[in-house]
């Protein structure tokens, strides 16, 4: 142990005398070590954006899909269905589930009432989806008890209701024969351009007060039929569960649902595709990219050590016929460049830990990260690791060099 010491306090002297030589070489080696620590960052962040942006699409993993498909012509909608929906939440305690039901509502607007496009969901798609409003919020379960409906909707939505932002706390009318008054609390942005207005609302309070031929009921009674009520349907359910549980409670569900919906085709799906193949691909890229620019700076560092040993010539054949054995010489000569790239690769990970936590991760990834990932302990590692491995590679030549050189031609060098 004395002997390790011994030989790291040497190499730390040796350094401080040939501190220029050494620094030139180290500024490229804590770039290095740099790049490679940020990139591998960068890859645990890109990592987590494909993630979120591939959730606020399908759903968390693992989110079941279930739908249901008619039968017949003149099938009816199972009576049964959101009251075995809550068993299922019950039975299988499942906690986040949404019901999600398109369909179609009156809305007043500045130029009029118009058919408008209403997808009828619960609170938890919020979460399951990721969905972050622009202005505003999404539903809480506070918004169920309510005493009257609450809305969000997109930006095209807002538009033509001719607002901008939700300062004046703007209300609109929905239905038509028996209207009702509903408030919009958040903003979506809109899917795609030139997009069609659209309204989420709660389902409970959708058939609560709208009623599922979208012209508007009463609290506790039932609004007037209109003509051209849209065919019979079944609001899809999504519900987050256990990954390894996913393919036993998707089969129980779906057999569960299907004794609800005589006439109906119960259909259960899963979001549990493979996403491996794009982080690996993302991993091996970031691999590459630290690898070379290691490379360019464990170059230059070598060149400086074969440089310095050709100088020490003498210095060495000195040592030896004084008794430094030619292992003492050639780890001496190999920790001197080991322990300056350490010394340069907690400079390169402090420099990628500052860099990191100040990137405008919106410009750079096309959007926010919601759930954004702590500064991985393994990028910091790995920087480390690469550049004791530069510093024992840059090392290598120029020490087996010293331990050849014989004490009498040393001296007379």
Known sequence: MTGVVGAIVEAWGELRIHKLRVLLALIGVACAVTAITGVTALVSMLNQSFKEQTERQSGRVVTLNVNAWSMGENATPPTGWDAEFERV??????????????????????????????????????????????????????????????????????????????????????????????????VLRDEWADAEPVAYVLYDQFHRWIGPDGSGMQSGGSGPAVQGPMSAQVPSMYLWVPTELSTDLGDQIKRDMQAVAPGWQVDVQDNNYNTGGLDRATKWVGIGVGAFALLLGGLGLVNIALVTVRYRIREIGIRRSFGATSGRVFFGVMLESVVATVVAGLVGVVLAVAIIKNIPVERVFGGGIQDMPPFPVSAALVGMAAAVCVGALAGLIPAIVAVRVKVIDAIRY
């Open 89 to 186: 939440l019950e039975r299988y305690d499942i906690t986040y589930a949404s019901r999600n039901e398109w369909t179609q509502a009156m809305i007043r607007y500045p130029d009029g009432t118009r058919t408008t496009q209403v997808q009828a969901v619960d609170a938890d798609l919020g979460t399951i989806n990721r969905i972050v409003p622009e202005q505003g919020r999404w539903f809480t379960d506070a918004d169920e008890e309510a005493m009257a409906p609450t809305l969000v909707v997109n930006e095209a939505f807002l538009e033509a209701q001719g607002l901008s932002d939700l300062s004046s706390h703007p209300t609109v009318q929905l239905g038509d024969r028996a209207p009702v008054r509903a408030a919009v609390v958040g």
